[in-house]
């Protein structure tokens, strides 16, 4: 092979991607996008005459960059330092995309809002889909589902058979396949009714983007794994304002006991639940003469750990999957322990760091809801402005626009934003049911900024829209817990959503797509408290231990895997 094409590989492969590997992260849009620069610079090579027309040169030249940047990357770290055991008892989740979905509040995370008895009021907002869009296989009696993985709620429920569908945001009913569940509990006079048993109560939950669902309680056996299985009280869901994207057939609430909600009687439309000790709450429409009925059950989460099988491992594991090879690989629950490290879809890559589950520094009870932890910062580049100066041609082989107006955010060199530790404003909600994590807006705003183009919000404190057809730059990003810093490979920055937008030239709808970053503005609730979260986004590129027993988190850098 010629010297000057081993010269301009050596450059790209070792001044390139080997100091942006080392750094925490790949350039550009990822993987790909510094496979599709060498092939760009082996293509440039060529039609200088650098080598033969016609010869092989080419082929091998993109095959030995390729080998080199595989070689620069990451490495599995085999030394992994972890106070958890592995475990065999698994489930394998599935990736669900693409889900159909109504509008709903801006950076609304899935979660239980026991304070909220109705959905909020509509907005016109088009954004981020409906979460969660992991699910696992849950065997309820002797009927097995495909149920949505929750950590920020506690309630777990099946659609019953004859659940009435809700239309969110209305009071009115419509047919049951615009709810779009997978499959329903079927009630008969067989062994199926045999395995539950009616409780007469109910139960009444409404999420934070506006889904609810109530119906009566009962108790029933459910499995996860053939030696995880136990007693539990499930909701069964008569009314459902839920969209279950037709793979889904209701929750596994993960979250802690304190979060659940059980109502007297059947009718659970006369429920009323307690509010949230929380700043943001309002309360002036609640009567204080009528004192909530709301009362707590123990949710799965609790059964699960106090198996005997548990005892000395009271905890569970999360690794999810972006499932890059769309094979509906969402990856892996683990109870009792944690994956394989050297498996290539879980590919642990540091050794873990733990830190506390702490209740919400802004609720007065001092109780325990969420998996809630202290976060000391993020880490991406420093703003750089737009510059008139021309940057080299394969720096931006993938846009369109012109040269001369690209930004010099070229730069591996990241800067730590340090959150104040000392008034409680820095606790997350570790949530695998919110597919964007939600940052206090300042780091927001200037996280947002390094695009290119920039992201954008179209009024102030809304989403942060992308361009989808001249996106070419993704800023690194990570997230500092217990003094380690886990940065987000850039696949998991970006939100694609297919989207069904009127025409008004062909006066009909056309499909299309819309973009989004995954890194969004955290709500205000009040007294400077805003409610963030710690997302898919964050899941994706981490194993996370659910440490109950001790209570404590503990994560460990998963970045790079198979998918």
């Not at 350039?27 to 496979?35: A, H, T, V, W």
């Not at 026991?114 to 002797?142: H, K």
Request: with cysteine; net charge negative; charged share 15%.
């Amino acid at each position: 092979m010629p010297q000057g094409v081993n010269a301009q590989l050596h450059l790209l492969t070792n001044a390139e991607v080997h100091a942006s590997y080392n750094a925490g992260h790949i350039p550009e849009r990822g993987f790909l996008r510094c496979y599709g620069e060498v092939i760009h610079k082996a293509q440039e090579v060529y039609q200088l005459k650098m080598f033969p027309t016609g010869s092989s040169s080419l082929l091998l030249l993109a095959v030995s960059a390729l080998s080199k940047l595989v070689n620069a990357g990451p490495q599995h770290a085999r030394d992994v330092q972890s106070p958890y055991a592995p475990s065999s008892q698994s489930i394998g989740l599935k990736a669900i995309k693409h889900v159909a979905s109504e509008s709903f509040k801006h950076a609304a995370p899935l979660r239980a809002r026991s304070n909220q008895q109705t959905a909020p009021s509509n907005e016109t907002v088009r954004v981020l889909g409906r979460a969660p869009l992991f699910a696992a296989p849950v065997t309820i009696g002797f009927q097995t589902f495909n149920l949505l993985i929750d950590t920020g709620s506690a309630d777990t429920w099946v659609a019953d058979s004859y659940f009435s569908c809700m239309i969110m945001y209305r009071s009115y009913p419509a047919s049951q396949s615009y709810c779009a569940l997978n499959s329903t509990f079927v009630h008969d006079d067989g062994p199926t009714d045999s395995v539950t048993s009616a409780t007469n109560s109910s139960f009444f939950v409404s999420y934070a983007d506006g889904s609810y669902v109530g119906g009566p309680l009962r108790t029933t056996y459910v499995s996860l794994t053939s030696d995880v299985a136990f007693p539990q009280l499930v909701g069964f869901a008569s009314s459902v304002a839920f969209t279950g994207g037709n793979l889904t057939s209701g929750i596994l609430g993960l979250a802690y006991s304190s979060l659940t909600s059980q109502y007297p009687g059947t009718d659970y439309w006369n429920s009323i639940p307690c509010p949230l000790e929380s700043p943001g709450i309002d309360d002036s429409s609640t009567n204080p003469d009528v004192p909530c009925n709301q009362r707590n059950y123990v949710g799965v989460m609790q059964n699960l750990i106090s198996l005997d099988s548990l005892r000395d491992r009271r905890y569970f594991a999360l690794a999810l999957s972006r499932d890059s090879s769309n094979n509906s690989d969402g990856g892996l629950l683990t109870f009792g322990g944690t994956p394989d490290y050297y498996d290539p879809r879980v590919n642990v890559s540091s050794s873990f760091v733990s830190t506390p589950i702490q209740p919400l520094a802004y609720d007065s009870t001092n109780i325990t809801r969420f998996y809630t932890i202290s976060v000391e910062g993020f880490t991406f580049p420093a703003f750089t402005n737009y510059s008139t100066s021309t940057t080299s041609s394969y720096d931006y082989s993938f846009t369109n626009a012109p040269s001369t107006h690209k930004p010099l955010r070229r730069t591996t060199t990241n800067q730590a934003h340090t959150m104040s530790q000392a008034d409680g404003k820095s606790q997350f909600i570790v949530d695998s049911g919110t597919e964007i994590t939600t940052i206090p807006s300042l780091y927001a705003a200037s996280f947002n900024a390094l695009f290119d183009p920039p992201a954008y919000q179209e009024y102030s404190g809304g989403p942060w829209y992308l361009n989808c057809t001249t996106l070419s730059f993704v800023p690194p990003f990570g997230i500092t817990i217990a003094g380690q810093t886990f940065y987000h490979n850039p696949e998991d920055l970006v939100i694609r959503k297919p989207s069904r937008e009127y025409d008004y030239v062909l006066e009909e709808y056309v499909e299309t797509e819309v973009c989004f970053s995954a890194i969004q503005d955290a709500e205000e609730i009040g007294d400077g408290y805003t409610n963030n979260v710690l997302g898919q986004p964050t899941l994706k590129n981490v194993l996370a231990v659910f440490d109950v027993g001790a209570s404590k988190m503990g994560f460990a850098a998963r970045p790079y895997y198979e998918s």
